[in-house]
T-cell receptor
Framework: DAGVIQSPRHEVTEMGQEVTLRCKPI?????LFWYRQTMMRGLELLIY????????DSGMPEDRFSAKMPNASFSTLKIQPSEPRDSAVYFC????????????FGSGTRLTVV | QKEVEQDPGPLSVPEGAIVSLNCTYS??????FMWYRQYSRKGPELLMY????GNKEDGRFTAQVDKSSKYISLFIRDSQPSDSATYLC??????????FGTGTSLTVIP
Protein backbone atom coordinates (compact mmCIF):
# COMPACT_ATOMS: atom_id res chain seq x y z
CA ASP A 1 0.00 0.00 0.00
CA ALA A 2 1.25 3.50 -0.81
CA GLY A 3 0.15 4.85 2.54
CA VAL A 4 -1.87 8.01 3.08
CA ILE A 5 -1.40 10.33 0.12
CA GLN A 6 -1.77 14.08 0.42
CA SER A 7 -1.60 16.77 -2.22
CA PRO A 8 -0.23 19.26 -2.79
CA ARG A 9 2.95 18.99 -0.68
CA HIS A 10 3.37 22.75 -0.62
CA GLU A 11 0.90 25.53 -1.23
CA VAL A 12 1.58 29.25 -1.25
CA THR A 13 -1.43 31.46 -1.70
CA GLU A 14 -2.49 35.03 -1.19
CA MET A 15 -4.78 36.10 1.60
CA GLY A 16 -8.41 35.83 0.58
CA GLN A 17 -7.91 33.00 -1.89
CA GLU A 18 -9.56 29.61 -1.64
CA VAL A 19 -7.32 26.68 -0.76
CA THR A 20 -8.19 23.00 -1.20
CA LEU A 21 -6.14 20.23 0.37
CA ARG A 22 -6.61 16.63 -0.72
CA CYS A 23 -6.19 13.27 0.95
CA LYS A 24 -6.40 9.64 -0.12
CA PRO A 25 -6.55 7.31 2.91
CA ILE A 26 -5.25 3.77 3.09
CA UNK A 27 -7.63 1.34 1.46
CA UNK A 28 -9.77 -0.43 4.05
CA UNK A 29 -9.34 2.20 6.74
CA UNK A 30 -12.69 3.44 7.97
CA UNK A 31 -11.55 6.50 9.93
CA LEU A 32 -10.02 9.65 8.46
CA PHE A 33 -8.61 12.56 10.44
CA TRP A 34 -7.49 16.05 9.50
CA TYR A 35 -4.88 17.67 11.75
CA ARG A 36 -3.11 21.01 11.74
CA GLN A 37 0.40 21.34 13.16
CA THR A 38 2.12 24.54 14.26
CA MET A 39 5.12 25.18 16.48
CA MET A 40 2.99 26.97 19.04
CA ARG A 41 0.07 24.54 19.31
CA GLY A 42 1.43 21.23 18.11
CA LEU A 43 -0.99 18.80 16.45
CA GLU A 44 -4.60 19.92 16.59
CA LEU A 45 -7.46 17.71 15.43
CA LEU A 46 -9.72 19.63 13.07
CA ILE A 47 -12.29 17.00 12.06
CA TYR A 48 -12.66 13.28 11.68
CA UNK A 49 -14.84 10.97 9.63
CA UNK A 50 -16.06 7.43 10.15
CA UNK A 51 -17.26 5.59 7.05
CA UNK A 52 -17.29 8.92 5.17
CA UNK A 53 -19.56 10.60 7.74
CA UNK A 54 -18.23 13.57 9.76
CA UNK A 55 -18.27 12.61 13.43
CA UNK A 56 -16.62 15.50 15.24
CA ASP A 57 -15.83 18.87 13.68
CA SER A 58 -15.44 20.78 16.92
CA GLY A 59 -11.80 21.47 16.10
CA MET A 60 -12.58 23.36 12.92
CA PRO A 61 -11.52 26.88 13.82
CA GLU A 62 -14.08 28.88 11.87
CA ASP A 63 -16.74 28.71 9.19
CA ARG A 64 -13.99 29.44 6.71
CA PHE A 65 -12.93 25.81 7.09
CA SER A 66 -14.92 22.96 5.59
CA ALA A 67 -14.19 19.28 4.95
CA LYS A 68 -15.84 16.63 2.84
CA MET A 69 -15.44 12.94 2.26
CA PRO A 70 -17.52 12.01 -0.79
CA ASN A 71 -16.27 8.41 -0.81
CA ALA A 72 -14.01 6.04 1.08
CA SER A 73 -10.94 6.92 -0.95
CA PHE A 74 -10.97 10.71 -1.01
CA SER A 75 -11.33 13.69 1.32
CA THR A 76 -10.83 17.43 0.98
CA LEU A 77 -10.20 20.25 3.42
CA LYS A 78 -11.12 23.66 2.09
CA ILE A 79 -10.27 27.10 3.46
CA GLN A 80 -12.21 30.01 2.02
CA PRO A 81 -11.12 32.76 2.36
CA SER A 82 -7.60 31.98 3.55
CA GLU A 83 -5.79 34.16 6.09
CA PRO A 84 -2.09 34.40 7.08
CA ARG A 85 -2.86 32.76 10.46
CA ASP A 86 -3.93 29.64 8.59
CA SER A 87 -0.29 29.04 7.65
CA ALA A 88 0.64 25.63 9.05
CA VAL A 89 1.26 22.02 8.06
CA TYR A 90 -1.96 20.12 7.51
CA PHE A 91 -1.89 16.37 7.98
CA CYS A 92 -4.37 13.74 6.99
CA UNK A 93 -4.34 10.42 8.86
CA UNK A 94 -6.36 7.26 8.56
CA UNK A 95 -6.97 4.26 10.76
CA UNK A 96 -8.91 1.06 11.09
CA UNK A 97 -11.55 0.84 13.80
CA UNK A 98 -10.95 4.14 15.62
CA UNK A 99 -7.23 3.76 15.91
CA UNK A 100 -6.54 0.23 17.00
CA UNK A 101 -2.90 -0.05 16.09
CA UNK A 102 -2.53 3.70 15.76
CA UNK A 103 -3.00 6.22 13.00
CA UNK A 104 -1.08 6.36 9.71
CA PHE A 105 -0.22 9.89 8.71
CA GLY A 106 0.38 11.36 5.29
CA SER A 107 3.39 13.53 4.54
CA GLY A 108 1.39 16.71 5.04
CA THR A 109 0.66 19.88 3.09
CA ARG A 110 2.70 22.91 4.07
CA LEU A 111 0.41 25.90 3.58
CA THR A 112 1.71 29.45 3.50
CA VAL A 113 -0.76 32.31 3.19
CA VAL A 114 0.87 35.63 2.34
CA GLN B 1 -4.76 22.43 31.77
CA LYS B 2 -3.97 20.35 28.72
CA GLU B 3 -4.98 16.70 28.83
CA VAL B 4 -1.48 15.63 27.74
CA GLU B 5 1.69 17.41 28.83
CA GLN B 6 5.06 16.89 27.19
CA ASP B 7 8.32 18.76 27.74
CA PRO B 8 9.23 20.32 24.38
CA GLY B 9 12.97 20.18 25.02
CA PRO B 10 15.10 20.52 23.01
CA LEU B 11 17.10 17.55 24.20
CA SER B 12 20.66 17.02 22.99
CA VAL B 13 22.65 13.86 23.81
CA PRO B 14 25.88 12.21 22.61
CA GLU B 15 25.69 9.14 20.42
CA GLY B 16 25.30 5.96 22.47
CA ALA B 17 23.48 7.63 25.37
CA ILE B 18 20.23 6.40 26.85
CA VAL B 19 17.40 8.82 26.16
CA SER B 20 14.31 9.20 28.32
CA LEU B 21 11.24 10.98 26.96
CA ASN B 22 8.18 11.53 29.12
CA CYS B 23 4.55 12.58 29.08
CA THR B 24 2.03 13.09 31.84
CA TYR B 25 -1.73 13.10 31.56
CA SER B 26 -4.66 14.08 33.68
CA UNK B 27 -7.53 11.87 32.50
CA UNK B 28 -7.61 8.39 34.02
CA UNK B 29 -9.92 7.27 31.19
CA UNK B 30 -6.97 7.08 28.81
CA UNK B 31 -6.36 3.42 28.01
CA UNK B 32 -4.22 3.32 24.87
CA PHE B 33 -0.82 4.94 24.57
CA MET B 34 1.43 5.57 21.58
CA TRP B 35 4.73 7.13 20.68
CA TYR B 36 5.29 8.69 17.29
CA ARG B 37 8.54 9.83 15.70
CA GLN B 38 8.49 12.78 13.32
CA TYR B 39 11.45 13.70 11.16
CA SER B 40 11.74 17.26 9.88
CA ARG B 41 9.20 18.02 7.15
CA LYS B 42 7.65 14.55 7.39
CA GLY B 43 4.48 13.14 8.89
CA PRO B 44 4.53 11.38 12.27
CA GLU B 45 5.21 7.65 12.11
CA LEU B 46 4.11 5.17 14.76
CA LEU B 47 6.92 3.80 16.94
CA MET B 48 5.22 2.06 19.84
CA TYR B 49 1.64 1.21 20.80
CA UNK B 50 0.64 -0.14 24.17
CA UNK B 51 -2.52 -0.76 26.14
CA UNK B 52 -1.57 -1.89 29.59
CA UNK B 53 0.67 -0.65 32.36
CA GLY B 54 4.21 -1.95 32.33
CA ASN B 55 6.95 -2.12 29.74
CA LYS B 56 6.93 -2.96 26.05
CA GLU B 57 10.20 -3.42 24.22
CA ASP B 58 10.99 -3.22 20.51
CA GLY B 59 14.66 -3.29 19.64
CA ARG B 60 16.37 -0.26 21.16
CA PHE B 61 13.02 1.27 22.17
CA THR B 62 11.10 0.62 25.40
CA ALA B 63 7.72 2.15 26.18
CA GLN B 64 6.70 2.33 29.80
CA VAL B 65 3.23 3.12 31.15
CA ASP B 66 2.41 3.88 34.77
CA LYS B 67 -1.33 4.39 34.97
CA SER B 68 -1.31 4.95 38.73
CA SER B 69 0.94 7.98 38.25
CA LYS B 70 -0.54 8.95 34.87
CA TYR B 71 2.94 8.93 33.39
CA ILE B 72 4.38 7.39 30.25
CA SER B 73 7.96 7.16 29.05
CA LEU B 74 9.92 6.19 25.97
CA PHE B 75 13.49 4.99 26.44
CA ILE B 76 15.97 4.82 23.59
CA ARG B 77 19.09 2.74 24.22
CA ASP B 78 22.35 3.21 22.32
CA SER B 79 20.99 6.34 20.66
CA GLN B 80 22.05 7.02 17.08
CA PRO B 81 22.19 10.22 15.02
CA SER B 82 19.34 8.76 12.97
CA ASP B 83 17.17 8.97 16.10
CA SER B 84 17.30 12.78 15.86
CA ALA B 85 13.67 13.77 15.44
CA THR B 86 10.66 15.05 17.34
CA TYR B 87 8.91 12.46 19.48
CA LEU B 88 5.20 12.80 20.17
CA CYS B 89 3.23 10.91 22.75
CA UNK B 90 -0.44 10.21 22.15
CA UNK B 91 -3.21 8.56 24.12
CA UNK B 92 -6.92 7.87 23.91
CA UNK B 93 -9.95 6.69 25.74
CA UNK B 94 -11.88 3.68 24.50
CA UNK B 95 -13.72 4.42 21.26
CA UNK B 96 -12.45 7.96 20.96
CA UNK B 97 -9.85 10.06 19.20
CA UNK B 98 -6.18 10.29 20.15
CA UNK B 99 -4.80 13.26 22.07
CA PHE B 100 -1.25 14.25 21.19
CA GLY B 101 1.49 15.89 23.21
CA THR B 102 3.29 18.84 21.65
CA GLY B 103 6.44 16.80 21.02
CA THR B 104 10.03 16.69 22.32
CA SER B 105 12.82 17.60 19.91
CA LEU B 106 15.81 15.24 20.20
CA THR B 107 19.25 15.65 18.69
CA VAL B 108 21.84 12.86 18.93
CA ILE B 109 25.33 14.22 18.39
CA PRO B 110 27.84 11.91 16.63
Amino acid sequence: DAGVIQSPRHEVTEMGQEVTLRCKPISGHDYLFWYRQTMMRGLELLIYFNNNVPIDDSGMPEDRFSAKMPNASFSTLKIQPSEPRDSAVYFCASSYRAGQGGYTFGSGTRLTVV
Amino acid sequence: QKEVEQDPGPLSVPEGAIVSLNCTYSNSAFQYFMWYRQYSRKGPELLMYTYSSGNKEDGRFTAQVDKSSKYISLFIRDSQPSDSATYLCAMRKIGNQFYFGTGTSLTVIP
